[in-house]
């Protein structure tokens, strides 16, 4: 990589033409008084030493075109062993003359040098001793260079770094300054999740599909252990080092080339107040000793890196712990409502995706018959994905946890067999998280997939405890549908026992009650809408039956309608009971009573009540819902359209009767 890719406020031809330098050749040139000085860059590309030299700095590159492409070589020759050496460096080229290189160097890279070439061979150790000279001006300069960019790093640090609380802007940050403060192309940072387990957290350089591998087998705890100290500052990494055999297998594996034997893997441990909470690594085919200076430099950032890192951490831990608590303030919310179970659970699903930024989701509920997991809800889902076919008790990831009750992580493109018994299910997603849904016995399981990055042990404790919150919510929601179902037997047993005096017998109203329900479906009302219709539907005549038989027929249908209301108040009722028995005998063009309600003023549920009692009266006095007798009543309902039935559920009847016919079918 170009140093111009680091650096780009550097060029070495202004470094080279510094007029200290150029003090230098006008008092040394006359040393070698045939020699050819110029300029490289890091490519092995020369240029003449003076700017203003329209002569030929080299007379054996004007001869041939190609002789320049050979020198340019030699030139590159030189630079490779520059690579090693301490000052200037000699080679025996071109015509059994000597050329040499003095180079300089900014944060371990090469920015270029200044050659002279064409000395004779007797004047070697003059050429030595000018190259000497020549690399310590160098050498001075680019001190300099790197001190004061050294104070703008420093200021840089404090004022971006410490200030960032987002691991997602700080951890890109912290490479960039550790590459630019020791010359290094890229590096890794490593952090641990909840369990201690080490994984990488952020990569320049490397290929990103490093991210989706799997942790380290090693905790915080065992490596801080290796550590010994948290004096370290940066350290090349042994042989047996956990993080140095993780890349020599894993990069292979994304094609990325591994280093020789002589490659460094430099290691920057960060700390907040003793404890290890990251490393940074990084691999380099030649590395060049570290100054004290440099080390210094070094450890202020390894030291802020290391408090931004922990401060970072803990805002993300504080910012998720915040959004599952709002979301498990939603399920008690849910848990204190009379919503059913059929809406609730999808509920729950969407609220687990959000959570969790995932995209699927399947909830599978355990058949207390066939001891089955059965799929209630798949949000997301491929063709035969697991989730969306019945499992038993250890088949596929669900079965597995419902079995044993143990929360799971799987992550299908790793490398170990899962514990489970497959049955043809698949697995597309990168990763996956189950939890069993239990509270003295197991209920079902939660399993999501389609994040971003993998799973981990932060996300499977919010889980853990949003499915505590969530089985508490099936739960009450089961216990509600079962008073409900006890309070819509009762009242149909009333209905039907002052229209049949038989209890078991039924009627006009549950005839209605039936018809209700199956419009309240067709038009998609809520679980809280269909339960307070049927309730309605089974009581709308109530009043009809409790008036006093000597009133007047005008008396009696004004009376009914208010005597209905006071009856669904003292059985402690919903609100909206009571109106939609109160409205039932509205019609839709205001014609109606007991206020003359007209069109959508009408609540819902009374329209669907009218309409529903319309066909049910005709179908109880002909005998039956046979097909002939339902066309005939819905062609009469029509007929009535506009005048006193709503349109709308008219053909909402009309759907549910065709629905119907064809099931029957």
Known sequence: MAPDDFFPHIRFVDIARNPNLLDLYGCMRHLLPDAQWWITDENGHRIPFLEDDSSAYCIESSLAQNKNQDLCGAGLDIIQKNLHASDGCILTKCNDFHQGLAGCWYRNQFLGGIGICHVALDNYKLLDQTLRIIHGYLSLLAGAIEDHDDLELVHSVWSQTITKINLDDLLPRLIDEICIAVGLKGGIIFLFNEDGEFFPACIKHYPTELLKRKTLEITRHDYRECLKSDELIAFDLSENDPFRKWLMAELPKVNYPLLEEDGSFLAVPFFRNHALVGIFVSTEESLRPLSVTKLSLIRLLATSGGAAIDNAQTVQRMDKRRKALATIHVIHRLICSCISSKDLLPRIGQLTCQLLKARKCSIMLLDPETQRLMPDVRIGLEENEVGQVSLDLGEGLPGWVAENLNPVFYHPKGESKPPWVSVGETYPADSYLAVALF?????????????????????????????????????????????????????????????????????????????????????????????NITYASLLHDIGMVLSNGNASSDELRMKKPRIGLHFVESLGLQKEVGEIVFHSNEAWNGQGYPEGLKGIEIPLGSRIIAVANAYASLIYRWGGE???????????????????????????????IQQQNNFEA
Not at 465 to 483: D, S, Y
Not at 644 to 653: E, F
């Open 439 to 531: 509270d003295t016995d197991v209920e079902g399981v939660i399993v999501v997939s389609g994040k971003d990055d993998d799973f981990n042990p932060g996300d499977r404790e919010i889980l853990l405890t949003f499915a505590e919150q969530a089985i508490i919510a099936i739960k009450n929601a089961r216990l509600h549908e079962g008073e409900r179902t006890i309070t819509i037997n009762a009242l149909r047993s009333i209905a039907n026992l002052i229209e049949t005096q038989d209890p078991e017998r039924e009627g006009v109203a549950a005839k209605t009650c039936e018809c209700a329900q199956r419009i309240a479906r067709v038009m998609n009302l809520s679980s809280i809408d269909f339960q």
């Open 626 to 656: 046979s097909s002939e007798n339902a066309k005939k009543s819905l062609d009469i309902i029509w007929r009535l359209s506009e005048r006193s039935y709503d349109p709308d559920v008219i053909s909402a009847l009309q759907q549910s």
